[in-house]
């Protein structure tokens, strides 16, 4: 026999002759013997883990030994601790009772214990069970992912807990109707719209734990329509240019064929997140015509147009002049001012009336 073996089993027996010994019984009679002892089931004794549960036992006068045992180890024999455990601790010891006490219980602590006394007549033995109830805590959850439009996605949930806890998904921000009761949520052909935060809860009749995870998806950019401007020649102009898309874009300005750089021209580049801007800050005869905005990303690019027209205000001396077409920058006309049909509407009624 291993030097192992041998001590488990010396364990074993010295557990058990003691215990004889404590009962004052004669080798052979078991302890549980029908007539000869008087033997009591207690209600289970429900506890959560961390807290501490206390272990009553009643005595009486003629008790002459007693015990608290844990399945085949003694935690104490009367006032003499037998458990190595610090968390046991003796607590009353008296000719009414006989209690011991277990701080911060752990799922380890769960079972049967027993409560031996011997008395001057026969042994008597106190069965309870310990269940320890366990909050919920959540040991395996999806990390943080970035993903691409279109494609599959599963998010996975594991807890444990006693009882065992209910799972369940949902994303809340944005909020949205998407759930599910159980460990996993699939979301198939994922949109940007169900990019967002999502909620893992696990719930028992003890607490709830809660985790989050965040889905980013990314998408190619999408221009908003480009919005043609007019300039005064000499004043200041500015061209703005929309880009959705994750990640964000990056921003390039052309005009006609040529592409602008900042700086280039008296012309300032300016971007910030989703908005580009293109400044003119003295309008120059060279400066009207066509531009277009390039929004680009790894997973694709956009673009739109704009027109930088000139406009000429009003004055005395145009009305004057008679009828002038303004230019724009590609040399089409924009518009006619005439005095003629100014004086045309004015003197109409009269004509009617004739």
Not at 15 to 40: K, T
Not at 125 to 142: A, E, F, R, Y
Request: glycine fraction near 8%; proline fraction near 5%; charge should be negative.
């Amino acid at each position: 026999m291993s030097v192992r073996g041998y001590f488990e089993a010396f364990s074993k027996c010295t557990v058990l002759v003691s215990l004889r010994i404590l009962l004052l019984m004669p080798a052979g009679l078991p302890v549980h013997s029908q007539g000869d002892s008087d033997n009591r089931v207690m209600d289970n004794i429900t506890v959560r883990q961390g807290e501490t549960v206390l272990l009553r036992c009643s005595q009486g006068n003629v008790v002459t030994h007693t015990a608290w045992l844990n399945r085949s180890s003694i935690l104490y024999a009367g006032d003499e601790k037998w458990s190595v455990d610090p968390r046991v601790s003796l607590v009353t010891l008296n000719q009414e009772e006989f209690t011991i006490k277990i701080e911060n219980v752990d799922m380890t602590d769960e079972g049967q214990y027993v409560c031996a006394v011997q008395t001057s007549n026969r042994p008597r033995t106190t069965v309870v069970h310990i269940l320890v109830q366990v909050p919920p805590k959540i040991i395996n959850l999806s990390r943080d992912i970035v993903v691409n439009e279109g494609s599959n996605v599963t998010l996975m949930c594991q807890a444990n807990g006693k009882p065992e806890p209910s799972l369940s998904w949902k994303l809340i921000s944005p909020s949205g109707d998407l759930a599910s009761d159980d460990e996993y949520l699939e979301i198939p052909s994922i949109s940007r719209q169900r990019a967002g935060t999502y909620e893992c809860t696990a719930v028992n009749d003890i607490d709830t734990d809660v985790q989050t995870i965040d889905i980013t998806v990314n998408y190619a950019p999408t221009v908003s329509e480009g919005r043609d401007v007019g300039v005064t020649l000499g004043q200041r102009g500015e061209l703005e240019c929309e880009a959705d898309a994750v990640p964000e874009a990056d921003f390039e300005w052309y005009k006609d064929d040529r592409r602008i750089f900042n700086g280039f021209d008296g012309m300032e580049i300016e971007n910030s997140g989703f908005l580009s801007k293109l400044t003119f800050f003295n309008v120059s005869d060279g400066d009207y015509g066509n531009y277009t905005c390039v929004a680009i990303n790894k997973l694709g690019s956009s673009n739109t147009s704009f027109l930088l027209y000139v406009v000429i205000e009003p004055t005395s001396s145009t009305l004057l002049q008679g009828p002038r077409a303004v230019q724009d920058g590609s040399g089409g006309a924009m518009g006619v001012h005439s005095p003629t049909c100014l004086l045309f509407l004015v003197f109409l009624p009269f004509l009617l009336r004739f």
